[in-house]
Each structure stands twice: as structure tokens, then as C-alpha cells.
């Protein structure tokens, strides 16, 4: 089945610096990727998604980027601010029949004023 | 506020009995995704239901089990619970069952077992 790996656990910037996570998939059939945003005790939020006849996906501050040959995707944050400290989570679904979304084990970002 | 309601918010109960966690999806959407998160495995997928409907099964284990209405919502059912099944359970919502549309995730049910 899918596996979904997420690096770093664990990141600090400062604030107004930009923050990269990166996670990679195992199945090369998954076609979408989302990111969720978790804050402490609420719910995962979606952020932004991908599918894989996309290669870059933007939205204000927040940008994905999909490379479908290595298997890999990433999330990247400019101009961070302390509200962007969270858990985030990057996922992967191939949607075939089914609709399960394979989770990373997330990155706690920590931005530093 | 996601449009996804879960009930109850909290649940504190006993090894050996058995709850049922209940999820009103968004208006329109017909599909329901149960999730657990715990610190150990995180975010977990379940099963997913869509229009009444068992589409897709993760590692739910046999002493769970899961059902959606006429009405779509849904309800998960735990039972003989273990220590190890303290945790968060997410229920999420779309508005089909394929073609990857996005899920919404309401604000899950704390489960903690003494």
C-alpha cells in the first residue's frame, strides 16, 4: 500500500523567513496531494492540494510543488508569521474506486518572532 | 467552522465498553472518511462511506464498525475498547466518493479510556 514519508519532524524559523517541508510517496498511482494545517486541539485543516497534472500550485503565501518522477512534494511558506505555527501534514490519494488519504506523520513549525 | 459536525466532543469510559461516535457531514457532500490520530500513529484512515455505502476500508480493527443513513450521516461504533484506543477520531466529508475531491474535517471526538 501507499506509504507517505514527511521530513522535518520538526522545524524553527524566523518569522518573515520562508519554511520548506518535504514529503515523498511510495505509489506511483497516487494523483493527489493535499496539506493540512493542525493546530493545537483543533481539527486538520486543508490548505491547499495538488494533482498530478500539476506541477506547482500556488495561493498567497503558500506554495506546492510536485515532482511526479521522484515522487516527492513539497510545501513552502514565505514571509512566514507566528500564526503559521502549527502541525502540518501533507497526504496522498490515488482515488481510484476510493477516496483514503494516506497521511505523513507531520512537522511541528515553530516560528520564532 | 468546517460544516462538518462531530458528537459528542468528549468521551471518557471504561476498558471492555462501548461507544458510538456520531458525524453529520457538510450540506451536499456525500461521502464520510473516519480517521484516528493518536501520538504514536498519527492520522490514521479508517473507512469511508459514501451514500450509505462502505467504499473503502483502512486498518479499522474487527471490534469497530461504522455505518452511514439514509440521511448520510454516520456513525462509528467502538467496542470491548482497549487502553490503546484513546484517542482523537476525526470524521471528514467531500462531495463524491472519487476524483480526489478535498475533505473537510470536522472537529473530532476525544476519546480517553480509564
Known amino acids: 500500500g501507499e506509504n507517505v514519508e514527511q521530513h522535518p519532524s520538526t522545524l524553527s524559523v524566523q518569522e518573515g523567513d520562508s519554511a520548506v517541508i518535504k514529503c515523498t510517496y511510495s505509489?506511483?498511482?497516487?494523483?493527489?496531494f493535499p496539506w493540512y494545517k493542525q493546530e493545537l486541539g483543533k481539527r486538520p485543516q486543508l490548505i491547499i492540494d495538488?494533482?498530478?497534472?500539476?506541477g506547482e500550485k500556488k495561493d498567497q503565501r503558500i506554495a506546492v510543488t510536485l515532482n511526479k518522477t521522484a515522487k516527492h512534494f513539497s510545501l513552502h511558506i514565505t514571509e512566514t508569521q507566528p500564526e503559521d505555527s502549527a502541525v502540518y501534514f501533507c497526504a496522498a490519494s490515488n482515488g481510484q474506486g476510493a477516496q483514503k488519504l494516506v497521511f505523513g506523520q507531520g512537522t511541528r513549525l515553530t516560528i520564532n518572532p | 467552522d468546517s460544516g462538518v459536525t462531530q458528537t459528542p466532543k468528549h468521551l471518557i469510559t471504561a476498558t471492555g465498553q462501548r461507544v458510538t461516535l456520531r458525524c453529520s457531514p457538510r450540506?451536499?457532500?456525500?461521502?464520510v472518511y473516519w480517521y484516528q490520530q493518536s501520538l504514536d500513529q498519527g492520522l490514521q484512515f479508517l473507512i469511508q462511506?459514501?451514500?450509505?455505502?462502505?467504499?473503502a476500508k483502512g486498518n479499522i480493527l474487527e471490534r469497530f464498525s461504522a455505518q452511514q443513513f439514509p440521511d448520510l450521516h454516520s456513525e462509528l461504533n467502538l467496542s470491548s475498547l482497549e487502553l490503546g484506543d484513546s484517542a482523537l477520531y476525526f470524521c471528514a466529508s467531500s462531495a463524491s466518493g472519487t476524483g480526489n475531491q478535498p475533505q473537510h474535517f470536522g472537529d473530532g471526538t476525544r476519546l480517553s479510556i480509564l
Open positions: 450540506s451536499g457532500d456525500l461521502s
Open positions: 505509489d506511483s498511482a497516487s494523483n493527489y
Open positions: 462511506y459514501y451514500n450509505g455505502e462502505e467504499r
Open positions: 495538488i494533482r498530478s497534472n500539476v
